[in-house]
């Protein structure tokens, strides 16, 4: 009997023990969880923003500042090319996004000096790239963190046209007047720094005054955001005729030491020469400024902006939706500050076709090479995408 019950636990146990290794068999290995990667798709967005933006401001080239004030109809008025696009792409948490958009820009002015006419472009060229992390991620709304960079590259162009009439009538003028300054030196009546002074002063008189005051009015004041490439033309045009006249004033002197005269013959052998010499020097004089201000200035500067900011958006229900991002950078990178704010309300007109009405501003504060470019961009914007 004894023996019956043990065989009875012993099949009893064996049995159970079958059962508890075929349920262990049965139950699902656990796995990890999914990745992004395998978890959600990617969804891409492409739209392109119509940023209408006036800019105000400072621009400034070497040290001579334009005082920007241009409302986007000025924009309008001189717009000769705008490209605009914008594209996204999101993966669970993790995003995406790059914007480039480019402004063409022209304008001209009649100056009606010894310079007639000017005209200028500009090329405004803005690349914004980040990623971004999903920080909140709710049915309504949402938070995320982006880095980033912007890129700015401002290209500008003045184009100077000359009056030759003006210029030839200006430079008898000046030569005619400057003459008997010339023969009191070549004299030695007069030192060679009071000279100078009454160089300076005569072609202050006669040739910087009648560049024209178009031209200052053209770039203090521009209608297209563009520095005053020109602003230091009376400089330089001044320079060329000192030294011009200098070097007229050397060869002239050079001839009449060579006869070795003095007194009353060495006047009338300077008055000779001098008078022999004034129209020659008048064409020549025209030459030179005819050149001097028949030329195209130019600048392409460009510089990149780190960034961080924060973006938003919260949905009022699956067709009305608002969205907000904030930037801020520069760090001395670039600009010693950049920052940008771009608000919006979003309508959902399909479950792929999207439209944005909303505000937008972005500013900067740049100074590098003799450039400056201390301005904010702001304006309506409105935005068409699609999703997919």
């Known amino acids: 009997m004894k023996t019956r019950l043990l065989l009875f636990v012993a099949a009893a146990f064996a049995f159970i023990g079958s059962l508890r290794a075929g349920t262990l068999e049965l139950q699902p290995k656990q796995t990890a969880p999914p990745t992004i990667t395998e978890s959600q798709p990617w969804q891409f967005t492409i739209a392109a923003p119509g940023w ?44 995406i996004f790059g914007e480039v958009i480019y402004i063409g820009l022209s304008d001209g002015a009649q100056i009606s000096g010894l310079i007639d006419n000017v005209s200028a472009k500009v090329g405004l060229t803005l690349f914004d790239g980040a990623l971004s992390w999903r920080l909140i991620n709710q049915p309504r709304w949402s938070l995320d963190f982006a880095a980033g960079t912007h890129y700015s590259n401002v290209y500008e162009r003045l184009t100077l046209n000359p009056n030759p009439v003006a210029i030839h009538q200006a430079s008898q003028q000046f030569v005619d007047d400057i003459a008997n300054d010339l023969r009191d030196r070549l004299d030695r009546d007069i030192s060679k720094s009071e000279f100078v002074e009454i160089l300076k002063s005569t072609i202050a008189e006669h040739i910087a005054s009648r560049i024209g005051n178009a031209l200052d009015r053209f770039q203090n004041k521009p209608s297209i955001p563009i520095g005053p490439l020109g602003g230091r033309i009376r400089e330089e045009v001044a320079q060329v005729v000192e030294r011009f006249i200098e070097a007229k004033q050397t060869a002239l002197r050079i001839r009449i030491d060579a006869l070795h005269l003095r007194g009353a013959a060495r006047r009338a052998a300077v008055n000779r020469m001098v008078n022999a010499a004034k129209m020659q020097i008048a064409d020549q004089l025209a030459s030179v400024l005819d050149r001097k201000l028949d030329r195209s200035i130019s600048r392409d500067d460009f510089w990149f902006d780190p960034y961080v900011g924060l973006r938003t958006r919260y949905n009022f229900n699956k067709t009305f939706y608002t969205a907000v991002r904030g930037e801020i950078g520069g760090f001395g990178v670039g600009a010693d500050l950049m920052w940008e704010v771009e608000g919006v309300i979003g309508i959902n007109l399909t479950r792929s076709i999207f439209t944005e009405i909303g505000y937008r501003a972005l500013g900067g504060d740049f100074e590098d090479n003799g450039f400056l470019f201390d301005t904010v961009m702001h304006g309506p914007q409105i935005t068409t995408g699609i999703t997919f």
């Open 52 to 95: 209408m933006a006036g800019m105000d401001g400072t621009i400034g080239v070497r040290g001579v500042n334009a005082d920007i004030d241009i409302g986007f109809d000025q924009i309008l008025q001189h717009l000769d090319m705008m490209f605009a696009a914008r594209a996204e792409a999101q993966k669970g948490p993790f995003g």
